[in-house]
């Protein structure tokens, strides 16, 4: 059994508490718009699908509180809420793109006049509790897909060697991941030897819930610090990279948590194929590249503390973007529910 980050029934949400692992294992409450909107900027929970499901589960919760009797009310409420929604975070698509498809199903109910307020209610919180389900399936395709592709051109009987980064596993989706997941579907395999991590700083995602996730489903691991790459390339044969994605522009650029970039150059270098692992719902086709996407700046405090400690100089200015950019011609396949896409591939499908 892979771990539980969201917990969830009609009117109730609850959310392991991200910043808490893996010292405490402690669920949160969020009883609404305002609470999910502050766990996710305060990354209680984080990774690109958890944040849109979270998202929108505090909507629904907050709506199976109230009473409508005024589609236009419920209507105004729900682009409202889930706008603010995504102001959360910039960066991850996932929250923006499942609003967009929540107010245009809500635009769809309004026009809808054998439909009452009461049942645009339902169905429209019916919907947002499908993106569970739908996000565990997804995770399950990409893992068969990603694994069949990185073993397709090896031996039947090998072993492969995978290096991730940041957290991509059930604590960042609704479970099983999506790079983490294609680690998992090898493991199931019996076909992975081992699987590196990187400690992921400054906020140590890959060192405090990645390693966790993986103890926990007792995979072969071991924990590397962000400035160990190259000599691990080096040394230690390395099969395949696997990460995750905030957003995927059109031409196969792809943001996601800094240090990714510069494993995608260092995986050139040492000719080890770089994959990113998404579902459809991480996918911007509104962008062209890169260049368009908004990069978040965290607060210092994030990489001058560890916990409470101080560990940087007093006084030293610093620079902390969550995210960087891996161009589109580092990414030898980008994973997706529905097979794996060379980059240039990815904006004629749907
Ligand atoms: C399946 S999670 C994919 C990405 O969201 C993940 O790789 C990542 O960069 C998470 O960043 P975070 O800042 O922890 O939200």
Same mark, same amino acid.
């Given at each position: 059994m892979t771990l539980k980050s969201i917990k969830y029934e009609k009117g109730n949400l609850e959310i392991l508490d991200q910043l808490l692992l893996p010292a405490q294992s402690k669920f949160i409450q969020v009883k609404g718009v305002e609470d999910g909107w502050k766990v996710i900027n305060k990354m209680q929970v984080r990774g690109a699908p958890a944040i849109a499901i979270v998202?929108?589960?505090?909507?629904?919760? %907050?709506?199976?509180?109230?009473?409508?009797?005024?589609?236009?009310?419920?209507?105004?409420?729900?682009?409202?809420?889930?706008?603010?929604?995504?102001?959360?975070?910039?960066?991850?698509?996932?929250?923006?793109?499942?609003?967009?498809?929540?107010?245009?199903? *809500?635009?769809?109910?309004?026009?809808? %006049?054998?439909?009452?307020?009461?049942v645009m209610k339902v169905k429209f919180i019916d919907e947002i509790e499908s993106m569970l389900e739908k996000d565990i399936a997804d995770n399950k395709a990409i893992g068969e897909y990603g694994a069949s592709d990185i073993l397709k051109s090896l031996p039947s009987?090998?072993?492969?060697?995978?290096?991730?980064?940041?957290?991509?596993?059930?604590?960042?989706?609704?479970?099983?991941?999506?790079?983490?997941?294609?680690?998992?579907?090898?493991? *199931?395999?019996?076909?992975?030897?081992?699987?590196?991590?990187?400690?992921?700083?400054?906020?140590?995602?890959?060192?405090?819930?990645?390693?966790?996730?993986?103890?926990?489903?007792?995979?072969?691991?071991?924990?590397?610090v962000d400035s160990m790459v190259a000599a691990l390339m080096k040394q230690r044969n390395i099969t395949a990279v696997v990460v995750g994605a905030d957003r995927v522009a059109s031409n196969g650029d792809t943001a996601n948590k800094i240090g990714t970039y510069q494993i995608a150059v260092l995986a050139k270098h040492h000719g080890v194929p770089f994959y990113v692992a998404a579902p459809f719902t991480s996918i911007d086709k509104k962008i062209i590249s890169g260049d368009h996407i908004i990069i978040e700046e965290r607060p210092d405090r994030e990489m001058t503390h560890v916990g409470d400690h101080r560990i940087a100089a007093q006084g030293i200015s610093c620079w902390n973007p969550a995210f960087d950019i891996t161009p589109?011609?580092?990414?030898?396949?980008?994973?997706?529910?529905?097979?794996?896409?060379?980059? *240039?591939?990815?904006?004629?499908c749907q």
């Open positions: 998202g929108c589960l505090s909507l629904a919760v %907050e709506l199976s509180t109230e009473v409508f009797d005024d589609k236009k009310v419920l209507r105004q409420e729900i682009e409202g809420k889930l706008n603010y929604l995504v102001s959360s975070r910039p960066t991850a698509v996932n929250m923006k793109i499942a609003a967009d498809e929540l107010i245009a199903l *809500s635009n769809k109910l309004y026009k809808d %006049e054998t439909v009452t307020a009461e009987d090998s072993m492969v060697r995978i290096l991730t980064h940041c957290n991509t596993g059930s604590l960042a989706t609704a479970g099983y991941g999506t790079a983490l997941g294609v680690i998992r579907t090898l493991h *199931s395999l019996k076909r992975l030897e081992h699987v590196y991590c990187t400690e992921t700083r400054p906020y140590n995602q890959g060192a405090r819930l990645t390693a966790y996730e993986l103890v926990h489903d007792k995979i072969p691991a071991t924990l590397i589109a011609a580092l990414i030898a396949g980008i994973i997706t529910e529905k097979g794996v896409f060379r980059p *240039s591939e990815l904006a004629n």
